[in-house]
């Protein structure tokens, strides 16, 4: 917990920054983001005005997901240093008054990892295997669910029997009804809580438990990374529970450690179970990130979002981009979108979750070419879904400098595009750029409290009040009239007294 900081439910209104560390920053030149350059570069995300950062898994890994295949949740893959590396990381950051939230992979280990290797070694029907969801040799796999990267679910073992892995097969599902995987991870948690973590953001958060008997979902094409249906592998009553423990041992720490959760549910009342008193601190808000640009349908998400959220006493998170989903520039077609859509995120109460680069107004990266790519789901899709690595290419930010300063030699482990002109250097200290508006709304965003309130609009407007805040946004085809009221920002520019289509203002 940063020294200087009371107990304060920090969480609740937090701008949290997502580091996907293989693509941050690299500090010993081999191309591959490290903790060392991390570190290094942990002055400009405070000078950015975030409040935490989480890392996506930096532990021992082969490397078939990007480190979400853990084969040593106690250590650090070479690949991004040491634990030490994470102490002094930690450390600094913390002297920086930036909190620290690591990822936990719970709902699948490495095929890599101790326990798999040995349960393949101990056989059927052995104490090693009840650890992992096996079930006895067949001709056809024992049920039709199929993976979320493509093709089935299922994979056989040399000696027939069949193993669950509802993400790649180097990612086998853990069985969580097994005593053993319960105490490992509560144990895990307590070790990184013991080195000084502020929180946890845990993956598949409801994928764990599966319905008994692990009955088939009767028809293909089941899911995505993030649906809707219901399905007998996710968002089981069952996975409450684990909650329930995992909240006491968050609470036993002094400071004000959080968990939020990856979780998709098919309402945001089922989600807000997830955020109980008693179970974790935030789920992820995908119904934000999944609108799309309409004024009806994104004040309908927020009314359902707070609604629900309000209902447990939680706060909401909004989000807009992660790792997973292709950059919001691109997918709303536009950077003056994404800026207007960012000042909106940003005046919402609750907290916001930011991904490394949407600060820079990164797009999407469409032309990997096929050789360079590492997702499984490109490879599993057969080259038909490119995948997640276009909003996985490492951070540009010196313009001057080869690959853009990702690395000091200029390696980079994806290949990046022309970013000369969006790189950190190119933006710093220009007012109109990505990185100021992000600054500035970061820096004003702390001034402002208390819920929403929506004010009438012309159609297709959002336009509602918190305390300390006025924010409109314009989603007709048509400049609007500017509402009076002092500009404190706006995401474009305000010709003559209007707002014109697609931008945001803030005023008092
Ligand atoms: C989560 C991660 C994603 C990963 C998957 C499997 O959805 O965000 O990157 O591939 O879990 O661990």
Redesign the pocket.
Known sequence: MPSSDVPSNWWRTAVIYEIYVRSFADGNGDGEGDLIGLRERLPYLRDLGVDAIWL?PFYRSPMV??G??VADYRDVDPLFGTLADFDAMLAAAHALDIRVIVDI?P??TSSQHPWFTSALTAGPGSLERDRYIFRPASEEPPNDWES??GGRAWTRTPDGEWYLHL?DPG?PDLNWDNADVRAEFESVLRFWLDRGVDGFRI??AHGMVKEAGLPSVGHPQQIG?LGREPLPYFDQDGVHEIYRAWRKILDSYPGDRMAVA?AWASTPLRLARYVAPDELHQAFNFDFLAAPWSAAELRATIDACVEAADSVGAPTTWVLS???KARHVTRFGSPGIARAAALLMLALPGAAYLYQGEELGLPEVLDLPADARQDPVWHRSGGTDPG?DGCRVPLPWDASLPAYGFSTTGRSWLPQPDWASLAASSQQGVPSSFLELYRTALRLRRTFTGPLTWNDSPTDVLDFSRDGLRCVVNLSGAAVPLPTGSVVLASGDLPDGTLPPDTAVWLR
């Open positions: 996506t997901d990007g979400y295949d992979v709902n699948h979320i990267f993400f990612q993956d598949v990374l990856e992660n790792h997973d997640r």
